[in-house]
């Protein structure tokens, strides 16, 4: 079945641009039907969505972030990838990349989170 | 922009009915989905498109929904229900993705 797996540095000091990386297997993420997403939860808080990259490149981010955020795909390596740039402490948080089913707009598939902590 | 409201924190007797809501005006055009979250990992999807079950959810679970409000329902709640739910839908624009602040369901 499909997993995801998210990957990247877990300590990124202010200032500088968290990028993280989720590669899927089990799948192809050119197989189309899927929204790959970007979600993140601070400490004891709820979800926040970031953005979604289609197979194709086509990206929707969270307005409230979108000036912030770029998302990439990499279908030869079956991955997708976020950069959020100008970290402060106030992007501390658990990311997760997850599958969203585009005919039912369900999250279907999460990665397991990873932890990134902004810090000098 | 568009919100969901969710009430933080709801109880319920084990065995017990318990609903939990979710208010926005998103959800006049949009379904709902909810998830379930447990202490140290990642959300779970229990209910897409306002009503359907994913397989492996127990039948305990149930969607339903109208007008501004969806709802989800555990029938005979047991203790491994207790967790964070969360709703999530479209906003308004229908381009992006909006979650509701969470209900902490704890289960006596």
């Known amino acids: 079945q499909v997993q995801l797996q998210e990957s990247g540095p877990g300590l990124v000091k202010p200032s500088q641009t968290l990028s993280l990386t989720c590669t899927v297997s089990?799948?192809?993420?050119?197989?189309?039907?899927?929204?790959w997403s970007w979600i993140r939860q601070h400490p004891g808080k709820g979800l926040e969505w970031i953005g979604f990259?289609?197979?194709?490149?086509?990206?929707y981010y969270n307005p409230s972030l979108k000036s912030l955020v770029t998302m990439s795909v990499d279908t030869s390596k079956n991955q997708f990838s976020l950069k959020l740039s100008s970290v402060t402490a106030a992007d501390t948080a658990v990311y997760y990349c997850?599958?969203?089913?585009?005919?039912?707009?369900?999250?279907?598939?999460w990665g397991q989170g990873t932890l990134v902590t902004v810090s000098s | 922009s568009s919100e969901l409201t969710q009430d933080p924190a709801v109880s319920v007797a084990l065995g017990q009915t318990v609903r939990i809501t979710c208010q926005g005006d998103?959800?006049?055009?949009?379904?709902a989905s909810w998830y379930q979250q447990k202490p140290g990992q990642a959300p779970v999807l229990v209910i897409y498109?306002?009503?359907n079950r994913p397989s492996g959810i127990p039948d305990r679970f149930s969607g339903s929904g109208s007008g501004n409000t969806a709802s989800l329902t555990i029938t005979g709640a047991q203790a491994e229900d207790e967790a964070d739910y969360y709703c999530?839908?479209?906003?308004?624009?229908?381009?992006?993705?909006?979650f509701g602040g969470g209900t902490k369901l704890t289960v006596l």
């Open positions: 089990g799948g192809s993420i050119s197989s189309g039907g899927y929204y």
């Open positions: 990259i289609y197979y194709s490149g086509s990206t």
């Open positions: 498109g306002k009503t």
């Open positions: 998103s959800l006049r055009s949009y379904y």
């Open positions: 997850a599958r969203m089913v585009a005919a039912n707009d369900g999250f279907d598939i």
């Open positions: 999530n839908s479209r906003d308004n624009s229908g381009y992006h993705m909006i």
